[in-house]
């Protein structure tokens, strides 16, 4: 290491230190009476290593090929962001979106590979095999500067919350979103029933809740498998609708206005928020070395996902224009049966991704409430009526912003944006400290102030329109025309 001294080979922690690292220090140790096992849904939580920023990826075999790997980041990275692109492009315009698209990527898809060069770095001072993203952030400040090791603790706690509040905004943009392709299928078959969306949140909350409480992972895999099934014919069958009949791109405005590109931003930072996959990914590659690179995994990867966001925005905001829905699927035509069913097939998907987007607050929070239970069954029921209390989180917040845009939008500047955009410049400044050169410098604190100003200003802009969505309309409730 250039500009090391000799004591930065040496590894700080023992072999069994370094296991421990791992470990959340705050969780209490699992306790035992006598014939008493310990929970294995925790067990499976603590071993599946794969369950990062609420993205699953199976751990069933203990390394990946490079191949394995590229398909599980476009499973990480590829979920209600794409359909929500269209949307997106009606904030920025056609062309200025579609131009800003690539820069975003750029920088969510750097600050990815930074994460990734800070994780190496510090795995090689500590002597550890593997770190999550959390984990960096906490080590990153111990080894860094001395007036910042105090801080350690609140980094890895920062990192949780806005990994929690990342998560949990997805199951509100999830619940969302099923409850809208829902009524729009079925006020259209039944047009003599229609019901509030509220309503259908309510009929959808015992099945969520259901699914919310399966806790082992090899149950769920099967689910995310037939998830990924069902959003892989949903996208092909939406391309078939919108490549039909569009319109020129004289028809589109090229750029709309500064008061809502925020927002534009804010979508695309939620649909490019997949950077807390790529630690675990990349840990059981059986080749870890061409994660990164020109021509690596990372790239290959990301530069694919980037391409269908591209293409599915541009093509769905010239089809249907300023009437384009928080999801795309939303405009397919009503009448059509084919397109009907792509709804159900979507809103399908999205169910059996909520337990595991659920995966993480419960991981993160859980560990300090247990120690309040002191027997096993009471430990399985708590973590039960844990896990029923964030559903219930999730409902209430979805219920009182049910609008998948402006959802969207919020999550992505709010949280998406500190997670994507400012804690790794951070993590590499502190990681590197003491050899930091001018132009590294200029590189972190534009991003970071990008990352700030996307923060700030979009979560501001996100609250104005959320407000003006309410007081527009008595009834501020989507409305769907068959």
Known sequence: ???????????????????ECRQDPEAPAV??????????????????GLSASGHFVSDEHQQTTNCETLIHLLKGNIGTGILAMPDGL????????????PFIATLCI????????CSHELKERLGVGGLDYAEVGEQAF???????RPFAGFARGLINTFLTI??????????????????????????????????YMGIILLPILAIAMIRSLKVLAPFSLISNVFLGLGLAVTFHYILQD????????????????PLFIGTSIYAFEGIGVVLPLERKMMTPEDFRGCNGVLNTGMILVTCGYIAVGFFGYLKYGDAVHGSITLNLPAHDNLAQMVKVLMALAIYLTYSLMLYVPAEIMWPHIRHRFHTHNSRRFGEYAFRAFLVFITFILAAAIPNIGLFISLVGAMASSTLALIFPPIIEMVTFWNRLSKLRIAKCMFLMCFGLVCFVVGTTTSIREIIDYFQSTDKPIPEFVC
């Open 110 to 117: 750097h600050c990815m590979h930074m994460l990734v060069g």
């Open 166 to 199: 990342t998560q949990l905004g997805f199951c509100c943009v999830y619940v969302v979103f099923i409850a809208a392709n829902l009524k729009q299928v079925l006020d259209c078959q039944y047009p003599g029933y229609k019901i509030d969306i509220h309503g």
């Open 1 to 19: 290491m250039e500009g090391g001294s000799g004591q930065e080979h040496r590894p700080l922690l023992t072999e069994s230190q370094g296991s």
């Open 31 to 48: 306790q035992r009476s006598d014939g008493e096992e310990s929970d294995s849904g925790e067990d499976e939580l603590r071993n599946a």
């Open 246 to 261: 569009m319109p020129s791109s004289y028809d589109r405005p090229e750029f709309t206005s500064w008061k809502k590109l």
């Open 142 to 148: 111990k080894t860094g500067p001395v007036i910042l």
């Open 90 to 101: 009606k904030n920025s315009g056609l062309y200025t979106g579609t131009a800003l698209l």
